[in-house]
């Protein structure tokens, strides 16, 4: 979840340093001016591209469109294996697509490919799809929007998205006897819980063994923390207020929704990660969200001083992890996905 691209260049502006907050947050008309751009790229993100597809790591694939539970089209690929063991569902961050991102954030970019080779390698099929509003699915607003008319919500509404993808899956005979694991990232991870929560009935517990967390998040926290350090000041009440005055949602907040989770699950955080630590604290808020879950439960972590070294501590090098470093996904995986049968 970020709106760093938009929110830097009106940092960039105004001139904002550490020492403008004071005088800033004297200036109402500053404080609403940066609220609506925040807003504005939540829930009309700029549509990222996508420069590769899974040909160009010696995949072939299908580009389909699948129905949120709520009638907004997506796209997705499916990737299917020869003789498949199981099926792998993965959705992505916010400001990517399927394909990933190739700005990403705080100079780091993403690419989910690679890993999905690993995972193809393995012997598993793989559905990863564009979240509303995002890559070529519809959605969005104003400018970004496409077909349908649908705000992003950072995985408050896009839990209709996954619903959508479940319902499509069991639909189709190639996946019928297929274990399945979902791999959810970011705003696609709080998505997902979202609808662990708000639609159990789509879970079909005979076939979906495991779920993968990726920097699950409680937005509100990462918003405070992302904008003093942009911006210089805290907009997340703000930016919370306007949000829901506007639209009608909120922020996901993982914590809220991770008691509704009926398999065993595999979270993944960088350690380091500014937007997710509690400064005075010390303690990763992916931390508080694990204490939480129902579940037998592993959390990985990821960076530079980590046993697996990896990244420089950015939040979006969680993202690349498994593309050098697939070992632990494996494992996790292999540990609860049958044979088909």
């Known amino acids: 979840m970020s709106s760093s691209t938009s929110t830097s260049r009106v940092t960039e502006s105004i ?21 609506k751009v925040v807003v504005g790229q939540r829930v009309g993100p700029k549509r990222q591209t996508l420069p590769e597809t899974p040909a160009d790591h010696g995949m072939d694939f299908r580009a389909v469109d699948v129905m949120a539970s709520d009638g907004v089209r997506l796209s997705a690929w499916e990737i299917p294996a020869g003789q498949p063991i199981g099926l792998v569902i993965i959705n992505h961050p916010l400001l990517c697509n399927r394909y990933g991102s190739v700005e990403g954030m705080d100079d780091v970019p993403v690419a989910f490919l690679p ?33 349908h008319e649908s705000p992003v919500g950072a995985g408050t509404v896009e839990w209709q998205d996954a619903v959508g993808v479940l319902r499509h899956v069991s639909q189709h005979a190639e996946f019928k006897n297929l274990d399945i694991a979902l791999m959810s990232q970011c705003m696609g991870a709080n998505a997902t819980l979202a609808a662990w929560h708000q639609a159990p009935d789509a879970f079909d517990l005979d076939k979906i063994k495991c779920q993968v967390l990726v920097q699950p998040t409680i937005s509100y926290n990462m918003m405070s923390r992302l904008t ?40 993944t955080q960088v350690k380091g ?19 939480h879950c129902p579940t037998p439960k592993e959390l990985l972590w990821i960076g530079p001083d980590q046993p697996r070294a990896f990244g420089t501590g950015k939040r979006f090098d969680g993202y690349n992890y498994f593309n050098d470093h697939p070992q632990e996904l494996l494992e996790f995986l292999a540990a609860n996905i049958g044979t088909a049968g």
């Open 15 to 35: 001139n904002l340093t550490p020492t403008s907050e004071s005088v800033l947050a004297r200036l109402p008309f500053v404080k609403r001016l940066l609220t």
């Open 115 to 147: 890993m999905i080779k690993h995972l193809h390698d393995a012997g598993y099929s793989v559905l990863t799809y564009d979240q509303r509003g995002q890559g070529e699915s519809d959605g969005g607003v104003g400018k970004s929007a496409k077909g």
């Open 228 to 267: 003093k350090r942009k911006l210089k000041m805290d907009l997340a009440a703000s930016v919370d207020a306007s949000q829901r005055k506007a639209y009608g949602f909120g922020f996901a907040d993982a914590l809220e929704t991770i008691g509704s989770v009926k398999v065993p699950v595999l979270f």
């Open 273 to 291: 990660d500014v937007y997710t630590t509690n400064a005075e604290t010390g303690m990763n808020d992916v931390e508080v969200i694990f204490d």
